[in-house]
């Protein structure tokens, strides 16, 4: 949460911004109590539902110097107090890849890099 928070003020781009704050309110509004789990999808007659929680640090917890490293981390404790398979949703490839290699499950979001831009580049002759 609080990668989400600085990144709300400090993203490269108006929509990564825009993309940390919304889901920064998504989490507010499921996790409407203090230790409850957070709905993410009720349960339906062809599917089973999906619910959250949230893992806060240990006291004294001292954070790792790369984000995407603290995140798996914390991932992986998850996974221990759990003892279920913990699975970690992200837009980012290198993060992606050092989850997997951590040994958590991971769904790699992507979104349609769409046509090559042109090489606007004069060429030589």
């Not at 993309?19 to 409850?36: C, M, V």
């Not at 759990?82 to 992200?90: D, E, K, M, P």
């Amino acid at each position: 949460m609080d990668e989400l928070d600085g990144l709300k003020d400090r993203a490269p781009s108006p929509h990564a911004k825009w993309r940390a704050a919304y889901t920064l309110a998504f989490f507010d509004r499921i996790f409407t109590k203090p230790g409850a789990q957070g709905i993410l999808q009720h349960p339906a007659a062809d599917r089973r539902g999906i619910l959250a929680d949230i893992f806060f640090d240990p006291p004294r917890h001292e954070r790792l110097p790369i984000a995407d490293d603290e995140i798996i981390d914390r991932a992986l404790a998850a996974q221990g107090l759990t003892g279920s398979i913990v699975t970690l949703l992200t837009f980012d490839t290198s993060q992606a890849a050092r989850a997997r290699n951590a040994g958590l499950g991971v769904n790699k979001l992507g979104k349609p890099l769409g046509e090559e831009p042109e090489d606007t580049r004069k060429k030589k002759h």
